[in-house]
């Protein structure tokens, strides 16, 4: 006669090896130990052991050997309460001829209830799941992808014609925490190009004016407001805090100081300058042994050669476009995709409606980025010879 | 004739143009005939060692010519030399 079913479980739990949730707690993060949970996919996204692999059970023979490669290898198998992974640990052992198979009793719900730590993994609301559902169905960003973005923390230096559509985008895709500098308030000729502000908050420092631009277009979004200007007593704390570095500035010391400080703590920035018609765009990444800003330009041109947009004007648009670049390049160092723009020069010429590259190589004697980290002095970030005369020139 | 690109910020020196041509077969010898053109250049592209400003880069296609023989690098027919000064406007 042939058993019922539960009859049949307890049969095959005489057959294989069992373990106690105790015993597997003292052997958690042991490298010798796969733990494998063969439950099914939405019991998984309520909580696991930490370090388990999930396998289900449906899939077993077909799966096992990616989880686990090795038969020899120590295995512990568990799901809700200690039958299916019974089972499974019969037919790894019988079937697969896995020799170290074990089944851990009372599954899940015993290891909770023991108190034992569990890994619950990330998850988006459902408004979330609402707002970045075009990003989550591109596999390149997918939910994890948006996880990192709203994890992410990006600092912009500069609330104005680079730093606005940076902001804009960047809230939108869900970065979690902007941190911006700038120490201007918002005037009327800025909102030409600077579309982040508006005729509303004339007047209002750019920092406020932004985060209530991006708190209305996002609500999720942490702004951080730091009014007033990078300097080199802060910056390396300022810059610590954050993932990525977005360069929107308008004067050379500071591009200098900017690239020092995230020199010294390896932190890429997305640097981005337009001038009239034009736009240069460039990541620099030492933490990937990419140049820095000084192997490129180790000193800036005299001020007759450097003019500012202010003085010199710019297309409204230009701004736009280079800063969404920038904003592209931001959110695709966040979830690690594509081929950035580390190690090359893109420049824009509007007019022409062209965009060139020239290739920006690694300075092996660069004043900074060749040099050991910790010798770079506080003193000396943000500094070029002729520093003094460049400052009085440009007044 | 090589083509050389102009930035923005030198333009006023060759009449406003954005790319032009000039002849040599080597860099030095097709910027030299580009400033002996427009002679303002000279001052913008070399110091007073002859050497090229250490604020310019100068590019042979898409590779700096300072990785490559600098002034002495042959130029080609086809070449294009792009010169390039670093801007700062973000504003």
């Known amino acids: 006669m042939t058993p019922s079913g539960a009859e049949f479980v307890r ?25 494998v949970d063969v439950r099914e996919s939405d019991e998984v996204a309520a909580g696991k052991l930490p370090g388990a692999v999930h396998v289900p059970r449906g899939f077993l023979e077909s799966r096992i050997d990616g989880a686990v490669g090795d038969r020899s290898k120590r295995v512990v198998l568990y799901c809700a309460s200690g039958n299916r992974s019974a089972l499974a640990a019969r037919t790894l052992t019988e079937d697969l001829g896995y020799e170290r198979v074990e089944s851990m009793t009372g599954g899940y719900t015993l290891w909770k209830d023991r108190g034992y730590e569990v890994d619950v993994p990330r998850t988006l609301t459902a408004e979330q799941r609402e707002r970045y559902s075009r990003h989550i169905l591109i596999n390149e960003v997918g939910l994890e992808g948006q996880i990192k973005l709203i994890d992410a923390k990006v600092l912009l230096i500069g609330a104005g014609a680079l730093g606005s559509p940076n902001a804009l985008y960047l809230a939108a895709a869900g970065v979690g925490t902007i941190g911006i500098v700038d120490d201007d308030v918002v005037d009327l000729s800025n909102l030409q190009r600077q579309v982040v502000h508006g005729t509303a908050t004339i007047g209002v420092p750019k920092v406020e004016s932004a985060a209530t631009r991006i708190n209305d277009l996002n609500p999720d979004v942490t702004v951080v407001q730091h009014k007033g200007r990078l300097d080199a007593d ?8 954050y993932d990525v570095i977005v360069d929107g500035t308008d004067n050379f010391p500071t591009r200098y100081l900017i690239n020092d ?64 670049l920038q904003a592209t390049e931001v959110i695709k160092l966040i979830i690690g995709v594509g081929d950035s723009l580390r190690g090359r020069l893109l420049m824009y010429d509007a007019l ?16 900074v980025c060749s040099r050991d980290r910790a010798s770079i002095s506080d003193e000396e970030m943000g500094v070029f010879p002729d520093y003094e005369a460049f400052c009085a020139a440009a007044g | 004739m090589a083509t050389i690109r102009i930035p923005p910020v ?8 954005r790319q032009v041509n000039a002849d040599g077969s080597t860099v030095r010898e097709v910027l030299d005939g580009l400033s002996t053109a427009h002679e303002e250049l000279k001052t913008q592209l070399y110091g007073a060692d002859g050497e090229l400003n250490r604020f310019v880069n100068v590019y042979l296609n898409d590779e700096d010519v300072r990785v490559l023989q600098g002034l002495d690098t042959a130029v080609g027919e086809s070449d294009t030399l792009q010169i390039l000064p670093a801007m700062a406007g973000g504003r």
């Open chain 1, 11 to 35: 049969q095959i739990k005489g057959q294989i090896a069992e373990v106690d949730p105790a015993q597997v707690h003292d052997v958690l993060w042991n490298e010798d130990v796969v733990l």
């Open chain 1, 352 to 367: 022409a409606a062209e965009f060139n590259e020239v290739k920006v190589r690694k300075d092996p004697e660069c004043p």
């Open chain 1, 261 to 324: 400080a995230a020199v010294r703590l390896n932190k890429p920035v997305v640097s981005a300058a337009i001038l009239g018609f034009e736009a240069q765009l460039s990541v620099f990444d030492t933490s990937q042994d990419g140049p820095c800003y000084r192997c490129l330009f180790p000193v800036p041109p005299p001020a007759e050669l450097a003019p500012s947009c202010g003085a010199n004007g710019v297309l409204g648009v230009l701004p736009g476009t280079a800063g969404l």
């Open chain 1, 234 to 241: 802060s910056v390396l704390e300022l810059f610590r805090a």
């Open chain 2, 10 to 17: 030198l333009r006023p020196s060759v009449g406003g143009e």
